[in-house]
């Protein structure tokens, strides 16, 4: 690479508007010293927020866009009329190899269609998927899909188990990833035909992963593996259920801490112990879904994402960019079908 | 009805054996006071325990079976060979008309396929499901179904909307629940083929529910219907995810309020609050999954309950066995049905 590590940012994307985007600037210029940022959106917002920091200087570029992809935009719609938008802009700087990654708060459907159009898919994979990073009691496990594609085959569910195993090399540094199938049971009986299917081509496979098997909805928050694969139908509701109990939680907690003057002045006194409790279960510090299987990395932040938020996704989308993730997809998805071919052969 | 109220009870269901049904029983006698238990299960075990509680004379009938179904059992295992077992009778004494409704906390595929077999399913019902009550920032949801399908067809959700809508009716006392399909988005476009079939049925029908649309994960926790649908898996992992989240978050807080001298002195003086907040997420609060669509009641405790949970599967179903709750349903699914032909004819 002869230009510093760039990272192009859809800077019109979130619900917030570009302040947070600058705001999140400043806390990841911080950490990584050497990263350039490539900002696409509307110049008059920009120029004015960027000139009031002094530490912007020279590590930010402005690349004028008119257009704005609106949380409410069809995919389709997206990718008819959305050649002049801000998202559209910072795919297409990737795809041109003036940045190593992209990020963007905006419409994850639109940014899939505009990222699988713009980037293409990965030798090997048939449909790219949504990562995140979910904390466990362990640790953290990557669970995918949550929410690229509402079905999955058994052969996309192995997609994501490949993608999840070389995901969880790079970020966490496992050389032999464990990874779960999630399943209404963990017999092998259980399930249904893609979950069933998947497992069976899993158990036999010598992929650079440990097959755990079958895993339940609870077993995400154990940490019992450290990828779980699901479709995205399922990842999502699964994602956000968790999201509402967490909340559900937090609102029982204070409620009960408020109900006479003894909790009150117990609350206040172990003050820091639940500011500690609020870090840990902050959805901003592991903010940001990582699409996984393009010819490029794109990270998605939460659309109603603050600079905390953004800048999480800022971090994890240099974290990434510093990796060759798609190698090692690739290189792992052919030797399993090599494999496979040659079990089948005579 | 000429005999009193009557449960009838699987007594070997449970990981913990007949001890913990005994204990239950005593919970719930005191609080329904005309109510008959008739415990299926070995007699050897339970008659010395019933012998200790004077309590319990003439309250309880046992019915000796030597047979007991294994958690790791399959269900057509269960079919082919379990009519001596204790789940087996006990369901069969609900077909006679010897009981009014039946309470096991044995593996949960075998009871449902010995129900199915030995009652029959609901008149214009397809398949039945299993709904479990959800604690919720507003009060309570149901949610179905959470087990009993790992796959469903649009027709079959909509049979999902008319139970759980009936089982509203029945136990909030709700004339016009509202329902809300489980999606990833709420948007029309979004989904899979059944959700959006299942949203055009319920769009156009004159059903006694009031139908929300899509629903997301986050919005369970929320409350934002009263009602949610989805099939078994979704539904399943859902409701495993959400225990696994509140039980992280609970091992979260211990973690923050153990660390310092501080905080456990703040978390002493705020123990009562604490308390509530532990009795609020008890999932024994909330024990018991409700089988609907078969011909007659049948609640399923959790396998791990204890005398507490035990004891709220079998108030629930006291509460279920004084409704009328599948002569709502069939009346319902009939008259949505002719509503589409009317509507389909010339």
Redesign the interface.
């Known amino acids: 690479m002869t230009r510093a590590l760039t990272v192009s940012i859809d800077a019109m994307g979130g619900d917030a508007g570009p302040g947070i985007v600058v705001a999140a600037l400043l806390r990841t210029l911080q950490r990584h010293t050497s990263v350039q940022f490539l900002l696409h959106g509307d110049e008059a917002q920009l120029n004015p927020l960027l000139a009031r920091h002094a530490k912007l200087k020279g590590r930010v570029t402005v690349r004028h866009t008119t257009g704005r992809v609106a949380m ?1 935009d ?1 995919p389709s719609h997206v990718l008819r009329r959305g050649r002049d938008t801000s998202m559209w802009h910072a795919i297409e700087s990737l795809k041109q190899c003036e940045a190593d990654v992209a990020v963007s708060a905006g419409n994850t459907g639109a940014l899939m269609a505009v990222s699988m159009f713009g980037l293409g898919i990965v030798d090997g994979i048939a449909r790219p998927a949504i990562a995140t990073i979910w ?3 362990k640790g953290q496990t990557i669970v995918l899909d949550v ?1 690229a594609n ?2 999955a085959t058994d052969e996309q569910l192995v997609d994501f188990a490949v993608m999840g195993e070389a995901f969880a090399h790079v970020i966490f540094g496992l050389e032999r990833p464990t990874v779960g199938i ?1 399943n ?1 049971g963990s ?1 092998e ?4 035909d893609a979950v069933k299917g998947a497992a069976q081509i899993l158990r036999n496979s010598s992929l650079p992963l440990a097959f755990h098997g079958f895993v ?7 940490g019992t593996v450290d990828v779980v694969v ?1 479709d ?3 990842g ?18 204070r409620q ?2 408020k ?2 003057l ?2 009150r ?10 500011r ?2 609020r870090r ?2 902050d959805p901003r510090a592991s903010n940001g879904g990582i699409f996984l299987g393009l010819n490029g990395v794109v990270v998605k932040s939460h659309g109603g994402a603050d600079a905390v938020g953004f800048a999480s996704a800022l971090d994890m989308a240099i974290d990434m960019a510093r990796t060759d993730i798609n190698a090692r997809i690739t290189a792992d998805r052919r030797a399993m079908r090599a494999e496979r071919v040659e079990t089948v052969a005579p």
Chains 1, 2 share one sequence.
Do not use: C, H
């Open positions: 409410e069809k904390p466990t009691l929410g509402v079905v999630l209404v017999e009986q259980k399930g249904n339940e909805g609870d077993d995400i928050a154990k699901t995205g139908f399922t999502n509701v699964a994602l956000k259920t968790a999201e509402g109990t967490a909340r559900l939680v937090g609102t029982y907690l009960s801490l109900r006479s003894l909790s002045i117990g609350a206040m006194v172990a003050s820091g112990a639940l500690t409790l840990k279960l």
